[in-house]
């Protein structure tokens, strides 16, 4: 039996990955699991997204990875750093969530959806085209992403395995 290396990351993290280790992430609900992929140089990166934007952070310092909008620069970095090239990322992002109804249309109460919004604008912004996502619904996920083949798995108690 094949023993496989898992990088966890946690909530509000974000980690990269090479030689074939595997990215992986529980606990997406509301959260977005965003993943970056570089086939060439086979650098993974995933961010464990909690809340769509910065200005709202009322930690100091922030936490970078825990917002849509300061995290993706960051992971890019990171992954640049470790041989990887921009102009070749495509990325993939599960998660989301709306969990629970509510009866208010407020926006605040929108988190898993603004979240998701969020992250494909930071997309936009760099340029990097979203291949596949697995995004909304009312359920949580669990992800994992593998750094050689750059196949994301997406496991949930409600819909079971998927690959994207």
Known sequence: MMQENFV??????MQIATTGAILKTTGLGSCVGLTLFDERSKVAGMVHVMLPSSEIARETPINIAKYADTSLPHLI???KQ???EPRR???KMAGGAQMFAFNSKSDSMRIGPRNVESCKEMLRQFSIPLIAEDT????GRTIEFNS???VLVIRSVQQGVKEI
């Not at 909304?136 to 359920?139: H, I, R, V």
């Open 8 to 13: 966890k990351v946690g909530m509000a993290d």
């Open 148 to 150: 050689s083949s750059g």
């Open 77 to 79: 970095g990171l992954m």
């Open 82 to 84: 470790a041989g990887a």
């Open 89 to 91: 990322f495509v990325a």
């Open 136 to 139: 909304g619904a009312n359920y």
